[in-house]
């Protein structure tokens, strides 16, 4: 059975730091695109980034572009979202989803992590 | 205008058929295929729909999802009130390499 599990969502002040953890398991790690989907408090989903199965490469939207990172230890079957100069417009759930490529569709998502900027 | 739109509400009764539609209006991802997602209240979202017509295994064929130019659309028949919850389309655009979400459809069932 396919388990993500986020962690490390915390209250942080604006202009911030911090990093998420995903950790997955019940499939083969790194032959999958891994995904971070955030929801602003009753919003819609929006699309942060997403990371190739082997790390080689990441892709992210224009408002996090520059502030934050993704990473993965396929060792470790763990995926990592570096957060940094948090605003308010950054208060969200962050959700990991996992996708066959980068356009095949987010299979598999976490229950999320709450992270408030305040 | 966003690049993917969908109606904000839409309802229907036990046992109705519900269409919810996604427009598409960026040339990137008009040739792509549409995704569709099921969020539950105050649970994480599953993905519904994917490659615009296909359902991935334990979603119910009650949901069925087609795509026709730059609309696409998702339906639901035999409405159940478990099906209350809001969906999203979304699509891959290939040119700027980013996910596009609309903004969602909350679906109330009478």
């Known amino acids: 059975e396919v388990q993500l599990l986020e962690s490390g969502g915390d209250l942080v002040q604006p202009g911030g730091s911090l990093r998420l953890s995903c950790a997955a398991s019940?499939?083969?790690?790194?032959?999958?695109?891994m995904v971070w989907v955030r929801q602003a408090p009753g919003k819609g989903l929006e699309w942060v980034g997403t990371?190739?199965?082997?790390?080689?490469?990441?892709y992210y939207a224009g408002s996090v572009k520059g502030r934050f990172g993704i990473s993965r230890d396929n060792s470790k079957s763990t995926m990592y979202l570096q957060l940094s100069d948090l605003s308010a417009e950054d208060t969200a759930v962050y959700y990991c989803?996992?996708?066959?490529?980068?356009?095949?569709?987010?299979?598999?998502w976490g229950q999320g992590t709450l992270v408030a900027v305040s | 205008q966003s690049a993917l739109t969908q109606p904000p509400s839409a309802s229907g009764t036990p046992g109705q058929r519900v269409t919810i539609s996604c427009s598409v209006s960026s040339s990137n991802i008009g040739n792509n295929p549409v995704f569709w997602y099921q969020q539950l209240p105050g649970a994480a979202p599953r993905l519904l729909i994917y490659n615009s017509i296909e359902r991935p295994s334990g979603v119910p064929d009650r949901f069925s999802g087609s795509k026709s130019g730059t609309s696409a659309s998702l339906a639901i028949s035999g409405l159940q009130s478990e099906d209350e919850a809001d969906y999203y389309c979304a699509a891959w655009d290939d040119t700027l390499y980013t996910w596009l979400f609309a903004g969602g459809t909350k679906l109330t069932v009478l």
């Open positions: 019940g499939f083969r790690f790194d032959n999958y695109a």
């Open positions: 990371i190739i199965g082997s790390g080689a490469a990441a």
């Open positions: 989803a996992m996708s066959p490529t980068l356009f095949a569709g987010l299979f598999h």
